[in-house]
């Protein structure tokens, strides 16, 4: 009954540590999100940057695993090279194990006043605010789950059954790290696992064995999670998981080495953090110059799909038009298979203006009257709908016709502004400033993600995501505004690379903030029907 009730208080203590890393990793992205986005988008042009942009990252969101599934959805879509997308990797993996050590430095002490603040917090109104506060909630919960877990695994160290247990394994350094690895994967966390380990007495040798173990199983959710996802986004997180697999298999024959002699000079944390962070240095700095190779590697044992250039329609069903339901889910499909052709253009715009290359340019044309045959052919197909419509279905007809508007309308910007802009920029061997270069790519990079932002509202008429949508316009204005402000700013400085390029700064700044609120466009139906919409900006006197 006795070990009964100490399995339940160690599994209690690890769920409480799980949930309080969720809610680090939610509110963090409610409240920084975006902006976490721009940093690893923006800091992968070099291997330094990407190694920073990588650990950075992870520091806020409190895991490695949502950090590889980001990087890996922009090498999907072309916005990360492969090779920095393995360096920031090296970075993120870094960045868990020095949250572990964070975590681990003495401060459970503040606890209640991390839940205290982040209650306070999450009940502001602002999602700023609000996400800040789940973060702080969750933090001063993961602080007290590991007193818990302290606690809950003291019996555990005297017990003799357990010893027992740990001496095999100890024997045994294989199955050790096959187990270790096992809850890594199952609590989607080599943080927790690390922990956990760090709980427990065990003997130098077998503490290193542990950790290794922990480290393979933490790399394993990101594979899993991306099985669904193309050969590109699938390269980053195998590679990844290869990279801990190599570190540990050349580990492991000397943990009866490493082990004392990491015993011998502990700091704050434990040996098993210790461990931890030197192994994830170590295996960063001893990767680092072979990332070109595994990234070539993977490109040989993952080959891209076959793709399919179809271009027509693929859910407009004529059958379906008799049910207005059926035809409708089709109708939205198509919308969305839309969307992705002008996320398509936008992505190849943002590569053509980085890489000072228009090849990716010439694509932009053919997918922009793509576009507009199809979204022609959805208004045709929307308008021979059954006269059986109901009130709802025709709310739901005009919010699909006002979407495919607007991403004709965001085609049209892409071809006929940004374009050539952008060949512009190419042909006269244009150089921005590296601060007005900066802010158009930021601004490239959150047109992106509304865009994918977008499509998830249409898709799903989720409240809060619209109304979060709507509040990213109010940003983005800002922003754009503040880009101007200071582009002008350095034009009265006399920055020679501002007074060649202000006018097409400005003009790419201009259609960006357009994209935006076309792609914002489709939360004023949801926000507008639940009356969260106001008719005018003006104030009232």
């Known amino acids: 009954m006795g070990s009964i009730i100490v399995g339940c208080q160690i599994a209690g203590a690890v769920a409480l540590l799980l949930f309080g890393l969720g809610l680090i990793r939610d509110g963090v992205t409610q409240a920084l999100g975006f902006r976490l986005k721009v940093v690893l988008g923006l800091g992968t042009r070099t291997g330094p940057r990407a190694f920073v942009a990588g650990l950075v990252t992870t520091l806020g969101l409190q895991s490695s695993t949502a950090t590889a599934l980001m990087v890996s959805s922009f090498v999907e879509r072309d916005l990360i090279r492969t090779r920095m997308a393995q360096v920031a990797m090296l970075g993120a993996n870094v960045g868990t194990a020095l949250t572990a050590w964070c975590v681990t ?19 502001r109104t602002r999602a700023t605010h609000v996400g800040i506060g789940r973060a702080l909630i969750g933090a001063g919960l993961m602080f007290l789950s590991l007193s818990l877990l302290s606690a809950a695994t003291e019996p555990l160290r005297e017990a003799p059954e357990v010893g027992a247990f740990l001496a095999l394994l100890d ?12 809850v890594a994967a199952v609590c989607s966390s080599s943080l927790a696992a690390v922990l956990l380990i760090s709980s427990l007495a065990l003997s130098p040798a077998l503490t290193v064995v542990l950790v290794l173990g922990a480290n393979l199983g933490g790399a394993l959710p990101a ?20 990279v801990r697999a190599v570190g540990c298999m050349a580990v492991l024959p000397f943990a009866g080495t490493i082990g004392p002699l990491l015993a011998g000079f502990p700091i704050s ?13 170590l295996v960063a700095a001893a990767i680092w110059p072979s990332t070109g190779i595994i990234s070539k590697a993977m490109c040989r044992l993952i080959v891209d799909e076959e793709q399919n250039h179809d ?4 859910w407009l069903d004529d059958e379906a038009l008799n049910t207005p339901a059926l035809a409708l889910a089709g109708a939205a499909r198509e919308a969305l298979a839309i969307g992705d052709t002008v996320e398509r253009m936008l992505v190849q715009a943002r590569t053509a203006f980085r ?46 016709l006002d979407y495919v508007i607007n991403l004709e309308h965001i085609g049209d910007i892409i071809d006929k502004g940004l374009s050539p802009e952008v060949r512009q920029k190419i042909g006269l061997r244009l150089r921005f400033s590296d601060e007005g270069y900066h802010e158009l790519d930021r601004m490239f990079l959150i047109s992106l993600d509304t865009l994918r932002m977008a499509q998830t509202v249409f898709m799903t008429g989720d409240r809060d995501l619209a109304r979060r949508l709507m509040e990213l316009k109010v940003e983005i204005r800002n922003m754009e505004r503040q880009s101007a402000q200071r582009h002008l700013i350095r034009l009265r400085e006399g920055h020679a690379a501002s007074l060649e390029t202000s006018s097409l700064h400005l003009d790419i700044l201009r259609d960006l903030k357009r994209i935006n609120a076309h792609t914002v466009a489709v939360a004023h139906p949801i926000l507008d029907e639940e ?8 104030r009232h006197f």
């Open 531 to 538: 009356g969260l919409l106001a008719e005018s900006r003006l």
């Open 269 to 281: 944390g434990g040996l098993a953090v210790e461990v931890h962070l030197v192994f994830n240095i």
């Open 311 to 314: 271009q027509a329609p693929r």
């Open 171 to 182: 024997k045994a350094w294989p199955v050790a790290l096959i187990f270790a690895a096992g």
């Open 223 to 242: 594979v899993l999670a991306n099985l669904p996802a193309r050969a590109a986004a699938r390269r980053v997180t195998v590679g990844n998981l290869v």
């Open 105 to 123: 430095t003495g401060v459970a002490a503040v606890a209640p006043a991390l839940l205290l603040l982040g209650y306070v917090m999450a009940r």
């Open 355 to 400: 890489s000072d290359d228009p090849a990716p340019l010439a694509e932009v044309a053919e997918l922009e009257a793509r576009i507009d045959r199809r979204q022609q052919e959805v208004k045709t197909y929307l308008s021979r709908l059954g006269r059986d419509a109901g009130e709802s279905e025709r709310r739901r007809t005009i919010a699909i």
